[in-house]
């Protein structure tokens, strides 16, 4: 990846990304979206034990550019430039990305659509739900400090409330997941997707 061509926000994030594959033959982009609490990270990771893929996790990437992080509107807006300069970086090489964030807003999610374009990359939607119910306990847990170890997010039960007014239906085709079920049909099905796309 070529730092210069990237902001000084996308080169500090792509410093805090794990790892990046190889580039593939073909691009692809998922785009995992959701309410907090949901279970976008839990889904995001089961996908990339099975694939080799970038996560950019915007839960870890808000807290490389806030280290105390308020999830206000100009906070998301300077992260998500970032993540998208950094995202089509990425896709434009090939590699492949999975982008874990909430992705609420069908215009902001357009951006995401025009990446893909532009990289004639393989697009893959995926909506993450789960029961009211099981949302509330892990909200619960996060904001008791006894939220799971491999929770990145400080996405209380505050910014959910605060967020749910503005979910907008996902105006493509997308996958659907409940994670308080077993997501493992619909993570195969994504893997034998991406894996047709690749070979032909």
């Not at 950019?56 to 300077?78: G, N, Q, W, Y």
């Not at 992705?103 to 993450?128: C, F, M, T, W």
């Not at 739900?129 to 619960?140: C, D, M, S």
Request: glycine share 4%.
């Amino acid at each position: 990846m070529n730092k210069a061509l990237l902001s000084d926000d996308a080169n500090l994030l792509l410093w805090h990304l794990s790892s990046a594959p190889d580039p593939l033959p073909r691009a692809v982009l998922v785009v995992v979206s959701g309410l907090p609490g949901t279970g976008k990270s839990y889904f995001s990771r089961r996908l990339a034990e099975r694939l080799p893929i970038a996560v950019v996790e915007t839960d870890v990437m808000r807290k490389a550019l806030f280290p105390a992080p308020t999830h206000s509107a100009d906070e998301s807006a300077r992260l998500f430039r970032a993540c998208h300069a950094l995202i089509e970086d990425m896709v434009c090489k090939g590699i492949p990305v999975l982008l874990d964030a909430t992705n609420l807003v069908e215009s902001n999610r357009e951006r995401l659509y025009n990446i893909a374009h532009r990289a004639d990359a393989k697009l893959i939607l995926v909506r993450v739900e789960a029961p009211v119910e099981v949302v509330a306990a892990r909200l619960g847990q996060r904001d008791g400090g006894a939220a799971d170890p491999a929770d990145n997010s400080t996405a209380g039960r505050e910014v959910y409330d605060r967020m749910a007014s503005s979910v907008e239906p996902i105006r493509r085709n997308h996958f659907a997941v409940d994670t308080s079920r077993d997501i493992t049909p619909v993570i195969e099905k994504i893997v034998r997707e991406i894996q047709r796309w690749v070979r032909v």
